[in-house]
């Protein structure tokens, strides 16, 4: 089967501290970094192992993944791998990015996201144009509070023209429609993050092609809907998958609504739906379709 795969483990430590940002800063144990690095590796195994099906991987940590040796590690050897068709990883970009030289820069991309006031602009500005230098696949992020709009056009400036700048709607922020047209102006899509998407009783890929896995291996349709669908590690999710509406009246979320079958983000974002690269933005170098 082709079945794309959003991991979340136990890892909840951050090195930035965005008061808007539900990865604010935290500190975990030594018992719980150990926990994390048990479950990534047992979901790196099970992908590995799972060579006639055909998987997109999506990495969704509650905190900073690549600022951890095991994440770094499990993307590069991942992104060999011949039935992985993509594998990413949503990141503040505070990492190292010399490992990126172990990986198949075919299969692996990243989803950045800058946060003004939680690291030097020369600095974010720096290290996404050694990406672009190195070749790597990659998305760069704002979100859209009015105190951010310098920034990010100023980074629409800075950034290689390829490379898609996407805002994200702040939540509770209410955008009357000249500031939504300032964030518009640099993100076209914006309007589909500027207000949550009804979303009850509509179809939805999120619990047939499309699973989220926390770090026990509990298989949900989505982030965002707990029902269980079974365990991965036992295979019982598999006999769940199928066709489904969505149970929830509304979808505020990009790694949500950009699975709804109503919407033409599938499209839109075709061979880029887990880095949030539009396929009108020039591809750096080839990827597997």
């Not at 090195?15 to 935290?26: G, L, Q, S």
């Not at 991987?57 to 993944?65: A, D, N, S, Y």
């Not at 298989?219 to 707990?226: G, P, T, Y």
């Amino acid at each position: 089967m082709d079945l794309t795969v959003l991991y979340r483990g136990p890892l909840a430590s951050c090195d930035y501290d965005c008061p808007y940002c539900p990865f604010a800063k935290r500190r975990d144990s030594p018992a719980r970094l150990r926990a994390d690095r048990d479950a990534l590796d047992r979901f790196a195994a099970w992908a590995a192992a799972q060579t006639g099906d055909r998987l997109s991987l999506l990495f969704t940590p509650w905190g900073e993944g690549l600022v951890r040796s095991w994440y770094r590690r499990t993307l590069a050897e991942l992104s060999h791998l011949p039935h992985i068709r993509r594998v990413a990883i949503q990141t503040n970009l505070s990492c190292r990015t010399d490992w990126l030289d172990t990986a198949d820069l075919g299969t692996l991309a990243l989803w950045c996201t800058y946060h003004p006031g939680q690291t030097p602009y020369d600095r974010f500005l720096t290290k996404c144009r050694d990406l672009a230098r190195r070749g790597v696949r990659y998305s760069v992020g704002v979100v859209g509070l009015p105190e951010h709009l310098a920034d990010a056009r100023r980074l629409r400036t800075d950034l290689p023209e390829h490379v898609y700048l996407w805002i994200n709607a702040a939540e509770g922020h209410t955008y009357q429609d000249a500031e939504a047209e300032d964030w518009t102006a640099l993100d076209p899509l914006f309007p589909y993050s500027r207000t949550p998407h009804a979303s009850a009783g509509l179809p939805c890929r999120t619990g047939e092609s499309v699973i989220s896995v926390d770090g026990d291996g509990t298989v949900r349709r989505c982030h965002f809907v707990r029902t269980e669908l079974g365990n991965l590690y036992d295979g019982s999710y598999r006999a769940a998958l199928g066709p489904r509406p969505c149970p929830l009246s509304v979808c505020d979320c990009h790694i949500g609504y950009v699975h709804l079958e109503t919407l033409p983000l599938y499209d839109v974002f075709a061979g880029g739906v887990l880095e949030r690269v539009p396929a009108a933005t020039r591809p750096v170098r080839g990827h597997r379709i």
